[in-house]
């Protein structure tokens, strides 16, 4: 049962250009989730999803974009990379928003030089 | 304009005392609390959750207490252990909405 995946585990961008984080899920979760946590910070939502199709914003959501085409896949966009989306990027998921915990990826670490 | 990042907290705890670690919630319509344990270079991990009509439950070395009276939650851990070291959240969520995550507080154990 692989959970939350996540891919790429790593990534180092040049400033300007663009990429896809993707985050599967096999455990027919509606509710999923992505997070941004920089060194010595907690975590910040950037765009979550209510279920397939939708999407909505978090709390830091300038400079990305998600889309929910498929139920067990939640993508992550940066467009046009920037120096302060060097972070590391959590994709998580829950079977709804009422009552029940989030399972979280492994994380992507990106770095935009 | 820029925003300031928060810095985490930080307990320090011997091995083998009890360690608390305290979270304030915001949404008083929250019905549901979870505390996560991330350890480094790794994802949150589960480790407990309580309820709204709940005031405490017990996990294995873990306790949780929930006052929402103060929209309070605390974290217990007993006979801390060098493998508790780690940065512990708390989540809170409230029916058909998204979980919110705290800051996070970094538990040191010194051996």
Request: aromatic share 10%; charged share 15%.
């Amino acid at each position: 049962n692989a959970g939350v995946t996540q891919t790429p585990k790593f990534r180092v961008l040049k400033t300007g250009q663009s990429m896809t984080l993707l985050c599967a899920q096999d455990m027919n979760h509606e509710y999923m989730y992505w997070y941004r946590q920089d060194p010595g910070m907690g975590l910040r939502l950037i765009h979550y999803s209510v279920g397939e199709g939708t999407t909505a914003k978090g709390e830091v959501p300038d400079g990305y974009n998600v889309s929910r085409l498929k139920k067990q896949n939640f993508l992550l966009g940066l467009e046009s990379a920037a120096p302060s989306q060097t972070s590391v990027y959590f994709c998580a998921s829950s079977y709804s928003g009422t009552g029940d915990e989030a399972f979280f990826g492994q994380g992507t670490r990106l770095t935009v030089v | 304009g820029e925003s300031v990042g928060l810095h985490l907290p930080t307990l320090s705890v011997q091995e083998g005392d009890n360690s608390i670690i305290n979270c304030a919630y915001s949404n008083s319509a929250s019905d549901y609390f979870i505390w996560y344990k991330q350890e480094s270079g790794k994802g949150p991990q589960f480790i407990i959750d309580i309820r709204s009509n709940m005031d405490k439950r017990q996990g294995q070395r873990v306790t949780v207490l929930l006052n929402k009276t103060v929209k309070h939650l605390s974290l217990q851990i007993a006979a801390t252990q060098p493998g508790d070291s780690a940065v512990y959240f708390c989540a809170e969520g409230a029916h058909g909405n998204k979980l919110v995550f705290g800051a996070g507080t970094i538990l040191r154990v010194k051996s």
